[in-house]
């Protein structure tokens, strides 16, 4: 009967549906009735001598606000909860192996013992240490990072006889024992406790003096390839088979050379797919962030509750968990760093064949980034070549059963494997074949998730989303705003890479899947294309209200009603999608705050870049986001304090705007206090400046209050101060 039941259940989200759906039907109409205004408005005033212009930017305005409000209601149409039965699937001998990738790439920003930690908790996972193989990228080729691998699969020999002695749920030692996690009773396990915390303060002073003896400890950008099995047997050369307390650590640096690209994070990623096909060969992967360590142990038992169920399995690609992170306050969360708004259309996604690939924490299918299934089953060995590459080795791989183990120790004493094995890293093997193109991860732009998740759908497969009570993977995100926007820009300049190509998601993603699934894509894939209305709503209605030129309706218009209907539609919604996260309305109010800075500096230049990229003016890049943590900055948050000291053209575009609305509304009140006419036509256009205001409050004290070091810069706020001034008075004396 037990064996039965089922691995996994899924449940739509009634409720949210229901209120999603109704809503949606509800806020169409009254768009429909504000979009009947703005044509017949614009149509009288085009037979008139008015000036046009900003009524036309006003519509465009709206109309891209309503088109992305459009896209976003296939991610509400069917949210649902899936939940996994762990303690239902089959004894050890029968799990799968699983082979974990963490990347890294500069220990300057990536602290080595912020990486060694989920390296470790990964290693700790509860799961069979034989069907467990740990796979390292360390993109920047530094010995730093090779020592401290070295160092961490010793300190992980004492630390996973522990976990699992004593039952501990958090295996990321430093987060245990900064939380003093307690995993059993007596004075036996108090002592134990005592030794292993000895031992993990050994390590960290350990990892100390490898940095401190280090030349350079920053990354290499020209380099062979390095592959090193770490193991007791490296430096007495015996067998280490018999060692089946810890999973197999592999430290994987790809060869770099300036003359040759790199493919970014999905040049690293493809590499440890080769090497661990060659080695391990497990059919199925997880895949982390080097700050996203496994805080519950159980996640690739739950993985398996979805891959091994004979209903999903044939056509999962992979299981998507949330990202979460240990460093942020949730009320209020000052940056947005959680993406709570994501995560929730994360849940709609799965109502439709699953969520996009999001760049760690997942499980995903050896078979699925092969692309196997694309090929003929006659196929000869050069055709293969063709899209695999040189490596006979590694294409005998592709079609070997998981054997455990099986070449591991030949990476050890066969030269002519181990040859192969660093061929199939250097930086040259993708030429010629289909690497990131039709196999492996996607290269073409900087975010290979969401591109190869793209892909995957599009070619039928479809994906799974977990999001237990316990966080089963958490990392750290930036508490600066300068870092907040740098990596913003990263992300929605590849979203935007995709959306200006022939894989646009409206147009190939139509073709090849539900128009649903395609507008969900779309929408994440456009989101930068949100800084043209902000900017437009930012500038135009305030430089018209200094003029005094009305661009809404009257108060006694019966369209006033539509407008102040549609304004307050959307932030209701927002509220109510907020609460129902189980946040409170600072969250509502302070994710208002960040979407606009983002808007009108991450989107703008994400957007900006993507399109002088696509005529071929510039070329991507992509800098890894510092994981240094600066006290600081960290005290500034604690506080809930912003910290703008953000790169100077972002404050200066923010600070500009910010003084020229507070200017506006002054000007425009005065106006409307000496000409009573004026406050039937100017009420909302007036309300416009005195939003943007009192939401970006924290601006103003930045640059007028605080002395901190936090502080808007004085030439930042001074220079803004003059720009805002002489717009304003162009738009003030120019007819």
């Given at each position: 009967?037990?064996?039965?039941?089922?691995?996994?259940?899924?449940?739509?989200?009634?409720?949210?549906?229901?209120?999603?759906?109704?809503?949606?039907?509800?806020?169409?109409?009254?768009?429909?009735?504000?979009?009947?205004?703005?044509?017949?408005?614009?149509?009288?005033?085009?037979?008139?001598?008015?000036?046009?212009?900003?009524?036309?930017?006003?519509?465009?305005?709206?109309?891209?606000?309503?088109?992305?409000?459009?896209?976003?209601?296939?991610?509400?149409?069917?949210?649902?909860?899936?939940?996994?039965?762990?303690?239902?699937?089959?004894?050890?001998?029968?799990?799968?192996?699983?082979?974990?990738?963490?990347?890294?790439?500069?220990?300057?920003?990536?602290?080595?013992?912020?990486?060694?930690?989920?390296?470790?908790?990964?290693?700790?996972?509860?799961?069979?240490?034989?069907?467990?193989?740990?796979?390292?990228?360390?993109?920047?080729?530094?010995?730093?990072?090779?020592?401290?691998?070295?160092?961490?699969?010793?300190?992980?020999?004492?630390?996973?006889?522990?976990?699992?002695?004593?039952?501990?749920?958090?295996?990321?030692?430093?987060?245990?024992?900064?939380?003093?996690?307690?995993?059993?009773?007596?004075?036996?396990?108090?002592?134990?406790?005592?030794?292993?915390?000895?031992?993990?303060?050994?390590?960290?002073?350990?990892?100390?003096?490898?940095?401190?003896?280090?030349?350079?400890?920053?990354?290499?950008?020209?380099?062979?390839?390095?592959?090193?099995?770490?193991?007791?047997?490296?430096?007495?050369?015996?067998?280490w088979s018999s060692d089946e307390e810890i999973p197999l650590v592999v430290y994987v640096a790809r060869e770099k050379r300036p003359s040759h690209p790199h493919n970014f994070k999905a040049g690293a990623l493809n590499v440890l797919l080769r090497v661990s096909g060659m080695i391990s060969n497990s059919p199925y992967i997880l895949s982390l962030d080097c700050d996203m360590y496994c805080n519950d142990p159980t996640s690739a038992r739950q993985a398996m509750c979805f891959h091994l169920d004979p209903k999903l399995s044939e056509n999962l690609a992979f299981v998507q968990f949330p990202q979460r992170f240990h460093n942020i306050k949730r009320n209020p969360d000052i940056y947005d760093g959680a993406m709570r708004c994501f995560w929730t259309k994360w849940e709609g996604f799965d109502g439709l064949r699953g969520p996009v690939l999001s760049g760690s924490g997942f499980y995903i299918k050896r078979e699925a980034l092969y692309g196997t299934r694309k090929l003929q089953s006659n196929v000869d060995l050069n055709e293969l070549k063709k899209y695999y590459g040189s490596s006979n080795e590694f294409i005998k791989s592709i079609y070997r059963?998981?054997?455990?183990?099986?070449?591991?120790?030949?990476?050890?004493?066969?030269?002519?494997?181990?040859?192969?094995?660093?061929?199939?890293?250097?930086?040259?093997?993708?030429?010629?074949?289909?690497?990131?193109?039709?196999?492996?991860?996607?290269?073409?732009?900087?975010?290979?998730?969401?591109?190869?998740?793209?892909?995957?759908?599009?070619?039928?497969?479809?994906?799974?989303?977990?999001?237990?009570?316990?966080?089963?993977?958490?990392?750290?995100?930036?508490?600066?705003?300068?870092?907040?926007?740098?990596?913003?820009?990263?992300?929605?300049?590849?979203?935007?890479?995709?959306?200006?190509?022939?894989?646009?998601?409206?147009?190939?993603?139509?073709?090849?899947?539900?128009?649903?699934?395609?507008?969900?894509?779309?929408e994440v894939a456009c989101y930068a294309v949100y800084f043209l209305p902000v900017y437009v709503l930012a500038l135009v209605p305030q430089l018209c209200l200094v003029r005094g030129v009305p661009l809404y309706p009257e108060v006694s218009s019966p369209f006033f009603a539509v407008f102040v209907f549609v304004f307050l539609s959307s932030q209701l919604k927002h509220a109510q999608e907020v609460f129902a996260s189980g946040d409170s309305i600072k969250t509502w109010w302070t994710e208002q705050r960040v979407w606009m800075m983002k808007s009108l500096t991450s989107f703008f230049f994400a957007a900006v870049n993507a399109s002088l990229e696509k005529v071929g003016l510039i070329k991507a890049s992509f800098v890894p986001t510092n994981k240094v943590t600066d006290d600081e900055v960290e005290k500034l948050y604690q506080m809930g304090k912003y910290d703008f000291q953000a790169p100077p053209l972002f404050m200066l575009i923010l600070c500009s705007l910010y003084l020229l609305n507070l200017a506006s509304f002054v000007v425009g009140f005065v106006k409307v206090l000496q000409n009573g006419k004026m406050m039937n036509e100017m009420v909302m256009q007036a309300f416009l400046p005195l939003y943007g205001v009192v939401l970006h409050l924290p601006l103003m004290e930045g640059m007028a209050l605080r002395k901190d070091k936090g502080r808007v810069s004085p030439p930042v706020a001074l220079l803004s101060a003059v720009i805002s001034s002489l717009v304003l008075a162009y738009a003030a004396l120019v007819h």
């Open positions: 009967m037990e064996k039965s039941l089922p691995l996994n259940d899924w449940q739509v989200k009634k409720r949210n549906r229901a209120i999603n759906r109704l809503h949606g039907f509800i806020h169409g109409g009254a768009l429909a009735a504000l979009f009947y205004y703005r044509i017949t408005t614009i149509t009288a005033i085009a037979k008139s001598s008015s000036s046009i212009l900003p009524h036309l930017l006003i519509f465009a305005a709206e109309l891209t606000l309503s088109c992305m409000w459009l896209l976003s209601q296939a991610s509400l149409w069917n949210p649902v909860a899936r939940n996994a039965y762990p303690e239902r699937l089959p004894g050890d001998d029968n799990l799968p192996a699983i082979d974990v990738f963490v990347c890294t790439a500069d220990p300057a920003k990536e602290p080595s013992l912020g990486v060694m930690n989920t390296v470790i908790s990964a290693m700790a996972l509860d799961y069979p240490p034989h069907k467990l193989h740990l796979y390292l990228s360390d993109d920047g080729g530094s010995p730093v990072t090779l020592r401290a691998l070295r160092r961490a699969r010793s300190f992980a020999k004492l630390w996973i006889p522990f976990c699992r002695k004593f039952g501990v749920k958090n295996r990321c030692p430093q987060a245990y024992f900064l939380r003093e996690e307690n995993g059993g009773n007596g004075d036996h396990f108090f002592v134990e406790k005592k030794a292993i915390e000895k031992a993990y303060d050994d390590f960290k002073i350990s990892l100390g003096k490898i940095i401190a003896e280090a030349v350079d400890v920053g990354a290499s950008r020209d380099h062979a390839p390095i592959i090193e099995v770490i193991s007791d047997a490296n430096s007495n050369g015996t067998d059963n998981y054997k455990l183990n099986s070449r591991s120790n030949a990476l050890l004493n066969d030269e002519a494997f181990k040859q192969e094995v660093q061929l199939v890293a250097s930086c040259s093997y993708d030429n010629g074949s289909q690497w990131g193109k039709e196999m492996g991860y996607k290269y073409f732009v900087v975010v290979e998730d969401y591109f190869t998740g793209f892909i995957l759908h599009c070619e039928g497969w479809i994906s799974v989303y977990l999001d237990p009570s316990r966080p089963c993977f958490l990392g750290s995100s930036p508490l600066s705003l300068g870092e907040i926007l740098i990596q913003n820009t990263r992300w929605f300049l590849g979203l935007a890479q995709v959306a200006l190509s022939k894989y646009s998601p409206m147009f190939y993603g139509a073709l090849r899947m539900s128009i649903l699934q395609s507008m969900i894509y779309a």
